[in-house]
């Protein structure tokens, strides 16, 4: 159900596609990954399968919130906390030998950079709203 509070004709609202779509969409890859790596290696596979969980849950405790949390500031978090999971599992998997050189490093670390660009780009926007709201007073 989509949360109809505006903070004015610039700024978005709440969306379960979109929200439940960024929050699955950065996340159905590790559940895979792990399914993948699990048979050959518990840590990495855990760990995979671990961060899936924890953006998972953050992302329904974000929804949950959605009353008092803007919007541009809960996909901020949300992209964080993909951002930080993604860099975890590249290491983990790096470090148990799963990848094997920097270049391989690099396609799983993309996720994160990302997710982060992703964020400061909404914090941007948030903070260009706020300066559009002072210069229309």
């Known amino acids: 159900m989509d949360t109809?509070?505006?903070?004015?004709?610039?700024?978005?609202?709440?969306?379960?596609?979109?929200?439940?779509?960024s929050q699955?969409?950065?996340?159905?890859?590790?559940?895979?990954c792990a399914l993948t790596v699990l048979p050959a290696d518990a840590i990495s596979g855990l760990v995979c399968l671990g961060s899936f969980a924890v953006i998972n849950a953050v992302g329904c405790y974000l929804?949950?919130?959605?009353?008092k949390i803007d919007p541009y500031?809960?996909?901020q978090r949300l992209f964080f906390t993909v951002a930080v999971?993604?860099?975890?599992?590249?290491?983990?998997?790096?470090r148990r030998g799963f990848l094997s050189s920097r270049e391989s490093i690099l396609l799983i670390?993309?996720?994160?950079?990302?997710m982060t660009f992703l964020a400061f780009?909404?914090?941007?926007?948030k903070r260009d709203l706020g300066?559009?709201?002072l210069d229309d007073r």
């Open 121 to 125: 780009q909404n914090w941007a926007v």
């Open 109 to 114: 670390v993309i996720p994160a950079a990302l």
């Open 131 to 133: 300066e559009q709201r």
């Open 4 to 21: 109809e509070k505006s903070l004015d004709r610039n700024s978005f609202v709440w969306n379960a596609g979109g929200w439940f779509g």
């Open 24 to 32: 699955i969409g950065g996340s159905v890859w590790m559940l895979f």
């Open 85 to 94: 999971a993604c860099a975890v599992i590249s290491f983990v998997l790096y």
């Open 73 to 75: 500031v809960g996909l």
């Open 63 to 67: 929804w949950q919130r959605r009353e």
